[in-house]
């Protein structure tokens, strides 16, 4: 009779992917299995927070918020709420991004919508507003794609949903290829076409997803548009399965490619630089 082999077990938390953890597994594979695993280790050598990451957060409150109501004083009061930080963070001040900093990006933000998004209002259903909107793909074999859009807007103009995205970034120079093709955006098709059944507003097959990105040394915002087709999904949904083919032979081999080239990224180490070299017993206790 034929032999049954067994397929050996890949750990739940390998199998929930996402927009960030895509970043690091196609960074290093190492790295991806650590953090799925044991996410924590080495943190008391290594802070994992940054100003980068604090002031990127404290912006997409404040525009949440002002989009809801256009109202710059609620938006202010929910990014005090929010930031952990002192007011003139040290580190702050010479990245232009404290909390001061970044009320002058909401009022920024006000501008640039009374200019660039005149035509954009904010989507509400069921009497909710259309922000930070989660959606979810099952993959098979237990793995998971989670994702979420910071908004969804209306243009009244062409009677079209518009996915709405925020960055920031430290850059003095950006470009469009730094955003364009990221999987990410492809995704949101899911939203809009669910928002359009809700609204009974009929489905398209091309929409268009906008880009604001803060540059916060310039003090300026920008704005990047792409049109999106059922064909990026397509093959966004491809990359995603050929993802978790490449997880599940790493785990079924027991073995991850550590990418050196990541190990020095953004003017630091990787958290796990040195760890990784360790054995799997030592650090996961398996």
């Given at each position: 009779s034929d032999m049954i082999h067994p397929i050996p077990l890949?750990?739940?938390?390998?199998?929930?992917?996402?927009?960030?953890?895509?970043?690091?597994?196609?960074?290093?594979?190492?790295?991806?299995?650590?953090?799925?695993?044991?996410p924590s280790f080495g943190s008391l050598d290594y802070d994992d927070s940054s100003i980068d990451m604090d002031f990127g957060s404290l912006i997409g409150i404040g525009i949440q918020e002002y989009l809801k109501d256009k109202n710059v004083e609620s938006a202010y009061w929910s990014m005090f709420n929010s930031w952990s930080?002192?007011?003139?963070?040290?580190?702050?001040?010479?990245?232009?991004?404290?909390?001061?900093?970044?009320?002058?990006?909401?009022?920024?933000?006000?501008?640039?919508?009374?200019?660039?998004l005149r035509n954009l209002e904010l989507v509400s259903?069921?009497?909710?507003?259309?922000?930070?909107?989660?959606?979810?793909?099952?993959?098979?074999?237990?793995?998971?794609?989670r994702g979420k859009v910071d908004a969804i807007m209306w243009n009244g103009t062409h009677s079209s949903l518009i996915p709405l995205?925020?960055?920031?970034?430290?850059?003095w120079n950006i470009h469009e290829a730094m955003y364009k093709n990221q999987g990410q955006a492809s995704g949101y098709k899911l939203i809009v076409d669910a928002i359009s059944k809700m609204l009974n507003v009929e489905i398209q097959n091309t929409y268009k997803v906008?880009?604001?990105?803060?540059?916060?040394?310039?003090?300026?915002?920008?704005?990047?548009?792409?049109?999106?087709?059922?064909?990026?999904l397509t093959r966004w949904v491809k990359n995603l399965l050929v993802r978790k083919q490449r997880i599940?032979?790493?785990?079924?081999?027991q073995f991850w490619p550590m990418?050196?080239?990541?190990?020095?990224n953004y003017n630091r180490p990787c958290k796990y630089f040195g760890l990784c070299e360790m054995k799997d017993e030592m650090l996961f206790g398996v």
């Open positions: 890949v750990h739940p938390n390998l199998k929930l992917l996402s927009h960030s953890s895509d970043q690091i597994e196609d960074s290093c594979q190492r790295k991806y299995q650590i953090y799925k695993l044991r930080r002192v007011l003139d963070d040290e580190e702050g001040l010479d990245k232009k991004k404290t909390f001061w900093h970044g009320m002058i990006a909401i009022d920024k933000f006000k501008l640039f919508c009374l200019e660039e259903f069921n009497g909710i507003p259309a922000i930070e909107l989660g959606f979810c793909i099952d993959c098979g074999d237990g793995f998971f794609y995205e925020c960055k920031t970034t430290g850059s906008i880009y604001t990105v803060y540059q916060s040394k310039q003090q300026q915002w920008n704005q990047f548009e792409f049109p999106k087709t059922t064909g990026n599940q032979i790493a785990a079924e081999n990418n050196g080239n990541s190990c020095y």
